[in-house]
């Protein structure tokens, strides 16, 4: 067993930094200190225990999931991310800052994203740009984007990495479910009043983070606030999704003549801050005992960079694991995208 926590020791010690969140601090120490317990349960020799420890470093491997290996610089080009002062959207900046990007950071904590945005500074020695948003205000989208235009005359991604889950029932301050007008109308809003800077001549891509917890979602244009329905958080954080899969969906026709590519993608279970609503011992259980299958934040923003790097827009839209995912039937409804699209211009009252 000595020899064990000599082998793993290293492991555990790359999450000693600041550089990494306290999920990939916890998810270190969970494997390392699982490892030891096998050995200690079973009374068995250090071979086996390492064998043990083999077997669940592979398992591990296996739910880290694909792995972005692309080595393309992105110098020059102007990204914006929104809700990326923790979780995977600020593993997702410090890879494209290091690529060369300059950051435009979209976030309701300026305070806190300005930390975040001096750490990345100081790592890839990339520029940073901190700008107030708030995705639950309609007025709060317009203000941010019209700094944005006064700016920036280019804009080469724009990442919708930002949402909300397991939310309590309530309202944004323009009328909305909190978990639809976050995650689907405040980034459908942000969208469509940042696409002039998005059409030119060069490439540009649009991506949209979604989840394969879609699959539970049910659209209702009826009854889009879930007033009438049963709010169930499960298939409401769902219906969110599938919003952000078909809204990715008819905007890949909408900018069909343009030089835009548009992504939507499951990043996986991933140990972040998006959980914070759920129930006390859900979220307990979650953060503590299934750490050795869920992702870290950082492999949980490999799909969002290989998104950013190298994919090539698929006819799907949707990405999973660096690969074209497999969205659920209602996610490929085209009558359905089309539906929300117009749905979602009329509540927000766009001209």
Known sequence: LETLRTKYHDYTHIYTDGSKSNDDKTGAAFFSNLVLVIGVIFDTSTRTTLSHGIIVLLLRRICAGG???????????????????????????????????????????????????????????????????????????????????????????????????????????????????TNHLGHFYLTHLLLPLLKHSEPARIINLSSRAHWRGKMDFEDFNFEKRDYGLLTVYGTSKLANILFTRQLAKEVKDSNIQVFSLHPGAVQSELGRHMPYPIANLARNGLQLFSKSTAEGAQTSIHCATEAVQDDLLYYTDCSVGDPSPAARDDDAAQKLWKFSENVINLD
């Open 67 to 181: 792995i972005c290996t692309s080595t393309k610089r992105l110098d020059g080009q102007n990204i914006i991310i929104t809700g990326c002062s923790a979780g995977i959207g600020k593993e997702t900046a410090l890879d494209l800052s290091a690529r060369g990007a300059k950051i435009i950071m979209a976030c309701r904590d300026t305070k806190k994203a300005e930390k975040v945005a001096t750490f990345i500074s100081q790592e890839t020695g990339g520029e940073t740009d901190v700008i107030q948003m708030d995705l639950s205000s309609l007025v709060s989208i317009r203000e941010f984007s019209e700094q944005v235009k006064r700016k920036y005359s280019h804009i080469h991604q724009l990442i919708n990495n930002a949402g909300i889950m397991f939310a309590p029932k309530s309202q944004t301050v323009d009328g909305f479910d909190i978990t639809m007008g």
